[in-house]
């Protein structure tokens, strides 16, 4: 499985943005998504997940609320709507998957990873 990260960019504090993580080859049917980001000088934060089917997701504390996890298996795309957009999520947005897995919200059980892409939102 290959994933591709885009949507990233620069955005002011309070707007919104949509990334969309794209795979290729096997389908996602089966597969736990997530979004993970990298701020400077931070450690790696899972900030939000969804497990196959659908039927869970997880937010972070910092992101609950504001973002949105989505999952469309037909066209193999999980997205991450991000609304009131603060400086503190300037970031590298990663997203990831693995086979379906007892812990979604670990992300150490996550097999594949998208190459990043960056939000930065201005104050």
């Given at each position: 499985v290959q994933l591709q990260a885009s949507g990233g960019g620069l955005v002011q504090a309070g707007?919104?943005?949509r990334l969309s993580c794209a795979a290729s080859g096997r389908t996602l049917r089966m597969y736990d998504m997530a979004w993970v980001r990298r701020a400077p000088g931070?450690?790696?934060?899972?900030?939000?997940a969804?497990?196959?089917?659908?039927?869970?997701?997880y937010y972070s504390d910092s992101v609950k609320g504001r973002f949105t996890i989505s999952?469309?298996?037909t066209k193999k795309t999980a997205?991450?709507?991000m609304n009131s957009l603060e400086p503190a999520?300037?970031?590298v947005y990663y997203c990831a998957a693995t086979p379906q897995t007892v812990a979604f919200t670990n992300?150490?059980?996550y097999k594949y990873w998208g190459q990043g892409t960056l939000v930065t939102v201005s104050s």
């Open positions: 707007g919104s943005l931070k450690e790696r934060e899972l900030i939000a969804i497990r196959w089917g659908g039927g869970s997701s999952r469309d298996d997205d991450l709507q999520d300037t970031a992300t150490r059980l």
